[in-house]
Structure formats: structure tokens, C-alpha cells
């Protein structure tokens, strides 16, 4: 059974192992979803960089008592650099929304990032749709593209009616065994976002529970593949 799902693991990651993208000055900002850890974004992150698609640059962690630490691990001066944000409390959208602007501020005065690309999962998708569509200062990054996993992206559609037109939307869906659901998200959901929101790519993934799954989705080589195919392409 090890052998079998060491090969198996093998043959998935022969969808980016030989990935060729272009390099860009834009950083991109993981954005984890309701219950996360370290663990949500770090493993696609580290493919990333192991196969020479993008750079780790940094890690934001933000405490119970909101503290906030960065963990830098690149110059900023690198190409397709990757900053991962971690929440402590997980499960409350409105404090993390207040969090999210003070990391977008930050980035923007202390380390010059003035333009971003946002990838979120499931929850992580409502946050970055909020930081879209609600005024930001003249001091946060500007947001280029944003991928949304699993996710509806808001809680109403008055929201996606803020949504610029200008920033490309590539929304990726679970579909396991023909369900139209990952077992957390309705597929529909996701369509509908896509719907909305007219500039956005769709993608269904379907398959088994190891691929499709709502939190196999951030793991699975294929959404690793069509990430950065869109990101840097």
C-alpha cells in the first residue's frame, strides 16, 4: 500500500514537475479558509518552489491576541514571490477581515509590495472577495488576478456586484464521482460565483475524494498546475 501511494503521488506530481511560467514582479497571498493551520497552503506553496514555478518569500502569522509576526524566507527582489497568511482564531471572518487590511497595509509601507494576486479556499475566498470589493487605502496593494477555491466568494450577491471588472477571476470547484460537491461546497456555489462574475475562467475538478474533496483541492498537483498556469502565464 506505501509503494502504491508513493507511485500514485509520483504520477500526480508529473503535472508540474516540468511546469515552464513566466516570472513576474506581482506577489501572490495565500488566504486560508474557516478552521485552517499552517498546513492549508504550505504544501502547495513548497511544490511551487521546489520545481521552480515560484519563490517562498514569507509567512504572516497572526496571534489569538493579534499580534502579528513575519517569517521571511527570500528577498523581495525575486520573482513570483508567495507569502502564506496564517490565522490563529480561524473561525471568525469579521476579525480576520479587520487583519487581512492591516497585512495588506504592511506589505504595502514597510516592504513595497504595491501589486498582488490573491488566492483563497473556501472561507479564504469570502476574505479576499471582501478586500476586492470594499474600499481600500491609497496604501494597500492593488489586486491583479485572484483565484478562488471551493467558494462562493461572498455571502451576497450585492457584493459580487462590486466586483472590478478588471482583475481576472479563475474559480476552481470540486466534483467528486459525479455528486457536483466536494462534500463541503456545492459545486453550484462555485458555478454561480463564475456566473456573476463574467470574467471568470471555471474549473471543475472531478474525481475521487483524494482529488476532488473540498480540502484536497489546496493539495492535488492538477489545481497546482492551473494556479499557476493562470497566475503566471
Request: charged content about 15%.
Amino acid at each position: 500500500m506505501a509503494i502504491g501511494s508513493t507511485v500514485w503521488w509520483q504520477s500526480q506530481l508529473n503535472a508540474i514537475r516540468h511546469l515552464t511560467v513566466r516570472q513576474t514582479d506581482i506577489a501572490t497571498v495565500f488566504i486560508p479558509g474557516y478552521d485552517s493551520n499552517s498546513w492549508t497552503f504550505s504544501p502547495m506553496i513548497q511544490r511551487f518552489a521546489r520545481y521552480g514555478i515560484a519563490t517562498d518569500a514569507m509567512t504572516i502569522n497572526f496571534s489569538m491576541n493579534g499580534h502579528l509576526a513575519i517569517t521571511r524566507r527570500a528577498a523581495l527582489n525575486q520573482r513570483n514571490l508567495l507569502i502564506n497568511i496564517i490565522f490563529a482564531d480561524a473561525r471568525n471572518p469579521e476579525k480576520q477581515t479587520t487583519q487581512l487590511h492591516r497585512i495588506m497595509t504592511k506589505l504595502y509601507t514597510d516592504y513595497g509590495v504595491h501589486q498582488i494576486n490573491l488566492v483563497g479556499h473556501s472561507m479564504g475566498g469570502f476574505l479576499a472577495t471582501r478586500y476586492i470589493t470594499q474600499p481600500t487605502t491609497a496604501q494597500q496593494p492593488a489586486v491583479v488576478r485572484f483565484v478562488n477555491i471551493a467558494s462562493g466568494g461572498a455571502r451576497a450577491d450585492s457584493n459580487l456586484a462590486d466586483f472590478p471588472k478588471n482583475i481576472a477571476m479563475l474559480a476552481i470547484g470540486g466534483n467528486i464521482w459525479g455528486t457536483r460537491s466536494d462534500w463541503q461546497v456545492p459545486l453550484a456555489f462555485v458555478q454561480h460565483f463564475a456566473k456573476t462574475v463574467p470574467q471568470t475562467k471555471l474549473i471543475t475538478i472531478t474525481g475521487s475524494p483524494l482529488t476532488a474533496y473540498h480540502s484536497a483541492l489546496h493539495q492535488n498537483p492538477q489545481v497546482d498546475r492551473d494556479i499557476a498556469q493562470f497566475l503566471f502565464h
